[in-house]
């Protein structure tokens, strides 16, 4: 939808890591701050990222939201604090595929660190210390897709996205896709942008995203994200 015919905005879902935070993945104060404005002011905010429920809890809590999110890149959701958290993904596909990683990296002399796999329900994540292109030639024979969101590296099950997340997750809070704005930076982040009624991309995004967004931020990180919330401020209105 054209960001000119979409002057009735009730919520911001947003990206986390590249988005508000800084170019070090320091959290942006400007953009909590932002945050904070729209929550003051009726407006929804929800997070989106790649990073665990547990602790994408403990970053709503800080924040101040609802506590309505997505972890894992789309494989779980919740609605609210105390809301059951909905898990997408199929995560025992993931295993199979990681075994078979470990195994032939192992072989090469590499460990891959894996990040938080005991506190993650759908999808497992590894840091980016070996080549992309090889983790997906050697996952082949497995149905799973390779995320590379930029920070880590993803196993999912295929049909496991932000975007999918997303219609799924507006449906239940009984807001509509397009009373959304979502803000994002990564390839990751594409359905999202593309999904909801007005999608920006900060500066510093993948091209791919940049290309999925109705506007591009002029300033990187989380001085973009809250330049598009002032840009677009007079097209919010409270439930």
């Known amino acids: 939808m054209s960001p000119e015919n979409n002057t009735g905005l009730q919520?911001?879902?947003t990206d986390v890591d590249g988005t508000i935070t800084d170019?070090?993945?320091?959290?942006?104060t400007g953009a909590i701050q932002a945050i904070r404005q729209l929550l003051?002011?009726?407006?929804?905010?929800?997070?989106?990222s790649g990073n665990t429920a547990c602790f994408m809890d403990a970053l709503s809590r800080m924040i101040g939201?609802?506590?309505?999110?997505i972890a894992e890149n789309g494989g779980v959701f919740r609605i609210i604090y105390g809301g059951?958290?909905?898990?997408?993904?199929?995560?025992?596909v993931c295993k199979e595929a990681l075994d078979a990683l470990i195994r032939?990296?192992?072989k090469k002399g590499v460990e891959l660190e894996l990040y938080s796999p005991d506190y993650r329900l759908a999808?497992?994540?590894f840091?980016?210390?070996?080549?992309?292109s090889e983790v997906r030639e050697v996952v082949k024979p497995y149905d799973v897709n390779v995320l590379d969101t930029g920070f880590a590296i993803h196993l999912q099950s295929p049909g496991v996205s932000k975007g999918t997340a997303f219609s799924l997750l507006a449906r239940e809070m009984d807001i509509g896709q397009s009373s959304f704005m979502a803000i994002g930076d990564a390839q990751n982040d594409i359905e999202l942008l593309k999904a909801a009624g007005i999608g920006i991309a900060v500066k510093n995004a993948h091209p791919d995203a940049a290309s999925a967004a109705d506007w591009v931020s002029e300033k990187s990180y989380g001085d973009g994200f809250v330049e598009a919330i002032q840009r677009y401020s007079s097209y919010f209105r409270e439930r």
Do not use: C, M, N, P
Request: aromatic share 6%.
């Open 11 to 13: 919520a911001v879902i």
């Open 23 to 28: 170019q070090y993945r320091r959290i942006h």
């Open 40 to 48: 003051d002011s009726g407006i929804e905010v929800v997070l989106a």
């Open 65 to 69: 939201t609802s506590g309505s999110f």
């Open 84 to 92: 059951e958290l909905t898990v997408i993904g199929d995560q025992s």
């Open 104 to 106: 032939h990296f192992r």
């Open 123 to 125: 999808d497992l994540a």
């Open 127 to 132: 840091a980016k210390t070996v080549r992309v």
